[in-house]
C-alpha cells in the first residue's frame, strides 16, 4: 500500500507540472461535439429570427430566404353612381383590383346587406369641443339608437381628452350606452390619434357574431372636431392601426366655424379646418365618410347615409400573387367598368413583417 501511494503522488505532480496548451486561449473554449461540425455564420448573413438559440446540426439549419405570403386580403367595398345613390346588384365580374398596379384575381365575393356590426364609437370630451358636448351626446345616442339592432349589433364607447378611455364596453344595450355618454364632462386636451389607435386595437378583439359564421364588420364613429394637441402616436401610426385593423372610419365634425354657400337652399362647407381636413383624411385612407353638419337636423341625414351604407356593401377578398413579408405598404385601386360609378374602400394594406403572424387578413366568415 505505501508503495501505491508512491506511485500516484508522482503521478499527480506530474499532471500539474505539464503545460496547458489552451491556457492562453481562454476566450475560445473548445466547442462540443456537436457545434464542432456547424461552420461559423459569415458576417453578411446574420442569423434570422427563426436562428434564435443553439445552433441546430448542419442538416437542420435552413439557409436565410425572403418569406412570402399569400393569405387573403378582405376589403369592403361601397359603390354609387354619380347621383351618389349606392348600387347593389354588382357582381364579381363588374369589380377589378389593382394592387400596387398589379392586377389581382377576386377569390371572395358577396354581397353584404346584413353582416353584424362592431361599433366603436368616440367621443370627443376636451375643452375645445366643451360648447358642443351636448351636441356630441345627443348626436351619438340617436347614431347608435338608429343603427344598432337587438341581438345583433354591439358597441363600446371610448372618449378621449388627455388620454383615451373606454367608459363603457361591447354591448348591444342601448341603455348601458345612453348611461355612458351622458354622464361624461368636457376638460383637458385633446388626444384624437391615440384614440383611434386604442380603438382600432379594440376592434381586432371584438366579440364575433354567435352561430356557425362568426364574421362581423368593424366600424369607427367619430365625434370630434379633429384638433390634436396631446396624442403620443402620429396620424400615421393612428392611420396604419386603423388600416391593419380593416376599420372604416366615418367621422363627424363637432367645428362650428363654418364658411358657407347656399347651393339649393342647403348650407354647404367651403372651408375645412385642419382639424377637419385629418377627419377627412381618416374617413377616405379607410373607405369610410366624413360628414360636416351645419346644424344639429343635418345629423338626421348624415346617420340615415351611414345606415344605408353599411347595408349597401360588397365584400371582396383576394389572394396576393407574391407578398413579401417585410412590412410595407400596397395602395388598392379598386374600380368597375362602368365610369358613371365610384367604388369607395380602404386605399391599401399592410404586409406583415417578418416577426408578425402572415396574417394580411381574416378569410371571410372566420
Not at 362647407?269 to 360636416?292: C, I, P, V
Not at 358613371?340 to 374602400?345: G, M, S, W, Y
Request: negative net charge; charged residues 20%; glycine residues 6%.
Amino acid at each position: 500500500m505505501p508503495k501505491l501511494v508512491q506511485i500516484l503522488a508522482l503521478i499527480a505532480i506530474f499532471v500539474i507540472a505539464s503545460p496547458n496548451p489552451h491556457a492562453q486561449q481562454p476566450l475560445s473554449p473548445k466547442p462540443s461535439n456537436t457545434a464542432a461540425s456547424v461552420p461559423a455564420a459569415p458576417p453578411e448573413n446574420p442569423p434570422t429570427s427563426q436562428q434564435v438559440g443553439p445552433q441546430a446540426a448542419p442538416s437542420q439549419q435552413t439557409p436565410p430566404v425572403i418569406r412570402t405570403v399569400s393569405e387573403l386580403v378582405q376589403l369592403v367595398a361601397a359603390v354609387t353612381d354619380r347621383h351618389r345613390a349606392f348600387v347593389t346588384d354588382l357582381n364579381q365580374n363588374d369589380f377589378h383590383i389593382l394592387d400596387n398596379g398589379h392586377p389581382e384575381g377576386i377569390s371572395y365575393f358577396s354581397r353584404q346587406t346584413d353582416l353584424p356590426l362592431r361599433i366603436a364609437l368616440l367621443l370627443d370630451t376636451s375643452n375645445s369641443v366643451r360648447d358642443r358636448l351636448h351636441f356630441e351626446q345627443d348626436a351619438s345616442i340617436d347614431f347608435l339608437t338608429d343603427i344598432l339592432r337587438r341581438h345583433k349589433d354591439m358597441a363600446f364607447v371610448m372618449t378621449f381628452d388627455n388620454a383615451p378611455e373606454v367608459v363603457q364596453d361591447y354591448t348591444g344595450d342601448m341603455d348601458l350606452l345612453t348611461q355612458a355618454i351622458e354622464r361624461q364632462r368636457a376638460g383637458g386636451g385633446t388626444a384624437l390619434d391615440d384614440a383611434i389607435y386604442a380603438a382600432s386595437q379594440k376592434l381586432v378583439s371584438a366579440p364575433p357574431a354567435p352561430g356557425a359564421d362568426p364574421a362581423v364588420r368593424h366600424v369607427l364613429v367619430i365625434f370630434s372636431d379633429g384638433d390634436d394637441n396631446l396624442s403620443d402616436h402620429a396620424v400615421s401610426e393612428a392611420l396604419e392601426m386603423a388600416q391593419r385593423a380593416g376599420v372604416a372610419i366615418y367621422a363627424i365634425s363637432t367645428n362650428t366655424d363654418w364658411v358657407s354657400t347656399e347651393e339649393g337652399g342647403k348650407a354647404h362647407k367651403s372651408f375645412k379646418s385642419h382639424g377637419e381636413d385629418l377627419l377627412q383624411n381618416f374617413a377616405d385612407q379607410t373607405g369610410g365618410r366624413a360628414f360636416f353638419p351645419y346644424k344639429t337636423d343635418d345629423l338626421a341625414v348624415s346617420f340615415q347615409d351611414i345606415g344605408a351604407e353599411l347595408r349597401s356593401q360588397y365584400l371582396i377578398a383576394f389572394r396576393p400573387e407574391t407578398v413579401i413579408a417585410d412590412g410595407s405598404f400596397h395602395a388598392l385601386k379598386v374600380s368597375t367598368g362602368r365610369k358613371d360609378l365610384t367604388v369607395r374602400t380602404r386605399k391599401g394594406y399592410f404586409a406583415p413583417s417578418r416577426s408578425s403572424s402572415p396574417v394580411l387578413s381574416p378569410a371571410p366568415g372566420h
